[in-house]
């Protein structure tokens, strides 16, 4: 488990029980840079990092497109990591994985530390889960595309 996962689950246990269900992605987004900044994490939204492609026979990287990050967390002393925010009533926690991996590797180069976790907020029609049980950590068991451990967080 990465260092500071234990803290953003109890975060996000908190907001949960706080807002409850239902709120769009973004209200989570602000509740959590709120609380993250309020315990010494210098907290960037919305960045926006190229994503490259080298083609064939070629040396040169194209930038293709462009991702846009949920959060970009950092301490100091310590290496970057990027949060990634859903809130929906279901969601594969290989599909927020990928979507982190993506974010790792386009961002690799700048921080070569980098990790990242996902966390999805629940959605209306999940009200029965348990509170204890809203945050659940998922351990990556894949291979990882950019040597790095991710980590999905369901709140």
Same mark, same amino acid.
């Given at each position: 488990?990465?260092?500071?996962?234990?803290?953003?689950?109890?975060?996000?246990?908190?907001?949960?029980?706080?807002?409850?269900?239902?709120?769009?992605?973004?209200?989570?987004?602000?509740?959590?840079?709120?609380?993250?900044?309020?315990?010494?994490?210098?907290?960037?939204?919305?960045?926006?990092? =190229?994503?490259? $492609?080298?083609?064939?026979?070629?040396?040169?990287?194209?930038?293709?497109? $462009?991702?846009?990050?949920?959060?970009?967390?950092?301490?100091?002393?310590? =290496?970057? #990591? !990027?949060?990634?925010?859903?809130?929906?009533?279901?969601?594969?926690?290989?599909?927020?994985?990928?979507?982190?991996?993506?974010?790792?590797?386009?961002?690799?180069?700048?921080? =070569?530390?980098?990790?990242?976790?996902?966390?999805? #907020?629940? +959605? =209306?029609?999940?009200?029965? !889960?348990?509170?204890?049980?809203?945050? +659940?950590?998922?351990?990556?068991?894949?291979?990882?595309?950019?040597?790095?451990?991710?980590?999905?967080?369901?709140?």
């Amino acid at each position: 488990m990465l260092p500071y996962t234990q803290e953003v689950r109890e975060i996000c246990l908190y907001i949960s029980q706080q807002l409850g269900v239902g709120h769009s992605e973004k209200v989570y987004q602000e509740a959590l840079a709120v609380e993250l900044r309020l315990r010494g994490y210098i907290v960037e939204l919305e960045r926006v990092v =190229p994503i490259m $492609y080298t083609p064939a026979n070629s040396g040169t990287d194209v930038c293709v497109g $462009y991702a846009r990050l949920d959060l970009l967390v950092s301490k100091p002393n310590s =290496p970057p #990591f !990027v949060i990634e925010l859903k809130a929906a009533a279901s969601l594969s926690a290989a599909s927020l994985r990928a979507q982190v991996q993506v974010y790792l590797k386009a961002l690799r180069s700048q921080y =070569p530390g980098i990790t990242g976790i996902g966390v999805q #907020f629940m +959605q =209306p029609g999940t009200k029965d !889960v348990p509170v204890n049980e809203r945050v +659940q950590i998922l351990e990556d068991d894949t291979p990882n595309l950019v040597e790095s451990e991710t980590v999905t967080i369901h709140v």
